[in-house]
């Protein structure tokens, strides 16, 4: 999102009365605190969508023009969504973050499953192997270090040495064909 319009959103908040966009979630979706954040919330919402602001996101403008459905989406957003996490993080703090890592490692986790399993497809390996392979959870769970450059691998638990190996030379020998081959951008 371009910083410009960031910027507007936050000036909305202000000129608003309001130091930040913080619903309360102690009080009914229909107070007048909470109408307040919800008219702000749309209109910037709608504001950004006009300025293309949601390209990335691929939002379908055809349901800009429903306000119903833009409130429906809005309150399960903030009293359903934003709700459960701020109670799940005033309950166990960290847990949010904690599981935003998670979700992020079995994504990487299921792509790494994609192109491993495309690799061995190409490379003519059994179907055992590549129902073996194509699996998010059959592979190796993995973090970022300390500095945020590179990712440690784990060990997978209960996963016999030879598959480890057997991954392992397989990332390679994937790794080399990317690397040699004249489009390899596009792999």
């Given at each position: 999102m371009d910083k410009i319009f960031l910027a507007e959103v936050f000036s909305v908040v202000y000129s608003a009365g309001l130091d930040d966009w913080h619903p309360d979630f102690q009080n009914t979706a229909d107070s007048a605190y909470n109408l307040l954040h919800e008219v702000i919330a749309t209109k910037t919402f709608?504001?950004?969508?006009?300025?293309?602001?949601?390209?990335?996101?691929?939002?379908?403008?055809?349901?800009?023009?429903?306000?119903?459905?833009?409130?429906?989406?809005?309150?399960?957003?903030?009293?359903?969504?934003?709700?459960?996490?701020?109670?799940?993080?005033?309950?166990?703090?960290g847990s949010v973050r904690r599981g935003n890592e998670a979700s992020k490692a079995y994504k990487r986790r299921s792509a790494l499953a994609v192109a491993r399993a495309e690799h061995a497809k190409k490379e003519g390996f059994p179907m055992r192997v590549i129902r073996l392979l194509e699996d998010p959870d059959a592979h190796s769970d993995d973090e970022q270090?300390?500095?945020?450059?590179?990712?440690r691998i784990n060990n997978k638990a209960y996963r016999s040495q030879l598959v480890t190996n057997f991954i392992r030379k397989l990332d390679s020998h994937r790794l080399e064909a990317k690397a040699r081959a004249p489009y390899a951008r596009l792999l």
């Amino acid at each position: 999102m371009d910083k410009i319009f960031l910027a507007e959103v936050f000036s909305v908040v202000y000129s608003a009365g309001l130091d930040d966009w913080h619903p309360d979630f102690q009080n009914t979706a229909d107070s007048a605190y909470n109408l307040l954040h919800e008219v702000i919330a749309t209109k910037t919402f709608l504001l950004l969508l006009k300025a293309r602001q949601y390209r990335s996101l691929k939002v379908d403008a055809s349901f800009a023009g429903d306000a119903i459905l833009l409130r429906r989406i809005y309150r399960h957003f903030v009293f359903h969504y934003l709700l459960k996490r701020s109670k799940l993080e005033a309950a166990k703090p960290g847990s949010v973050r904690r599981g935003n890592e998670a979700s992020k490692a079995y994504k990487r986790r299921s792509a790494l499953a994609v192109a491993r399993a495309e690799h061995a497809k190409k490379e003519g390996f059994p179907m055992r192997v590549i129902r073996l392979l194509e699996d998010p959870d059959a592979h190796s769970d993995d973090e970022q270090d300390p500095t945020g450059e590179r990712y440690r691998i784990n060990n997978k638990a209960y996963r016999s040495q030879l598959v480890t190996n057997f991954i392992r030379k397989l990332d390679s020998h994937r790794l080399e064909a990317k690397a040699r081959a004249p489009y390899a951008r596009l792999l």
